[in-house]
C-alpha cells in the first residue's frame, strides 16, 4: 500500500455538508477541489446562492429511505440539494449557542 494519499482520500476524510442528519447544524468552512467543469459550474453556483465561508446552515428534512434530496436552511431561505453536491461543500461544527 502506497503512503501516499489520493485525492479522494484526502477527501473522505473531510467533514462535508452532505454528512449531516436532520437536525444538525455546521458552519460552511469552504469548498472541495473541482475536477471537471460540471463541478466548478455547481461550486460556483453554490457559493453565488450564499453558502460561503462563515456562513451557519442547518439539514430540515431528508428524503425518505435513501436521504436524498436533503433540505438545507441557509438564512431564510431553504435549497434543496443532492447529496454530491453538498459533498463539495466543506464544514465545520456550529456554535451551540447559535440558535
Do not use: C, W, Y
Amino acid at each position: 500500500m502506497s503512503a501516499a494519499l489520493t485525492d479522494q482520500s484526502l477527501q473522505d476524510e473531510i467533514p462535508h455538508l452532505g454528512l449531516l442528519r436532520k437536525g444538525e447544524r455546521a458552519v460552511v468552512r469552504g469548498f472541495a477541489h473541482t475536477h471537471n467543469a460540471e463541478q466548478l459550474a455547481l461550486k460556483t453556483r453554490l457559493l453565488e446562492l450564499g453558502f460561503a465561508p462563515g456562513e451557519q446552515i442547518r439539514v430540515v428534512a431528508e428524503s425518505f429511505p435513501r436521504r436524498d434530496p436533503m433540505a438545507v436552511k441557509l438564512g431564510n431561505t431553504t435549497f434543496a440539494l443532492r447529496r454530491h453536491e453538498a459533498a463539495l461543500i466543506h464544514i465545520a461544527p456550529a456554535d451551540r449557542s447559535v440558535a
